[in-house]
């Protein structure tokens, strides 16, 4: 079956930097998607992956390693309204075009 | 921009009652979706559709149906509500063409937050 595990929780200090990783057991793979919701909103798209390796888009970037079934999502420059779920989803090989999603990170972040 | 627009944001039902929540997109996608969103589970699959007229079951359909007469309306009913169906409901939509074609990302409604009593 898909497997996808991220830690439940994780705290912060405004202006540091945070690792939120990912692991995840599908049948095959066809990308790697983390999203932003904030209590109460839709996810909002923030990064794709299906290559090895890190892609930067501002302050997150999300790298991939497909040989060890992970990722991680880092965001630099902390700010307050970083403050918000953050889900790791995967598109798995057998052709479904659904995303399958981990249970989502809470972020939250400290003056 | 891509726009999902879900009929309800909140409601509260009676166990037993027939349940219809609403979906629209307006970016011609094919591809429409509903999940469930509980704490500490996650988003979870409950149906999809590739195509106007076609469902298919996601991985957690029972208690659930889902209705595509048009391409860009996307429904899930209950039939039969009950008290372990209260949750988030999450519509997402798909595109082959942009702004997905790259990606592939789903475009999600805000959400209906369904009380079953």
């Known amino acids: 079956g898909q497997n996808i595990d991220q830690p439940t929780e994780m705290t912060a200090t405004e202006g540091a930097i945070v690792q939120i990783n990912c692991t995840y057991q599908?049948?095959?793979?066809?990308?790697l998607f983390w999203y932003q919701q904030h209590a109460g909103e839709a996810p909002t798209f923030l990064s794709y992956?299906?290559?090895?390796g890190l892609e930067e888009k501002g302050r997150f970037s999300s790298f991939l390693s497909r040989s060890k079934g992970y990722s991680y999502l880092l965001l630099k420059e902390l700010q307050m309204k970083d403050s918000a779920s953050y889900l790791c989803?995967?598109?798995?090989?057998?052709?479904?075009?659904?995303?399958?999603f981990g249970s989502g990170t809470r972020l939250q972040v400290q003056p | 921009d891509v726009k999902v627009t879900q009929s309800s944001r909140y409601l509260v039902k009676r166990t037993g009652e027939k349940v219809f929540l609403e979906c629209v997109q307006d970016?011609?996608?094919?591809?429409m979706f509903w999940y469930r969103q509980d704490p500490g589970l996650g988003l979870r699959l409950i149906y999809f559709?590739?195509?106007?007229?076609?469902?298919e079951k996601g991985d957690i359909p029972e208690g659930y149906s889902v209705s595509r007469e048009k391409k860009e309306r996307f429904s899930l009913i209950l039939e039969s509500a009950s008290t372990n169906q209260t949750s988030m409901y999450l519509c997402?939509?798909?595109?082959?063409?942009?702004?997905?074609?790259?990606?592939?990302?789903?475009?999600f409604g805000e959400g209906s937050r369904l009380t079953v009593l």
């Open positions: 559709s590739y195509d106007v007229k076609m469902k």
């Open positions: 992956n299906v290559l090895d």
């Open positions: 989803a995967v598109r798995d090989g057998t052709g479904r075009r659904a995303l399958t």
């Open positions: 997402a939509s798909l595109g082959v063409g942009p702004p997905s074609g790259n990606t592939g990302e789903l475009f």
């Open positions: 970016m011609d996608h094919e591809n």
């Open positions: 599908t049948s095959g793979f066809n990308g």
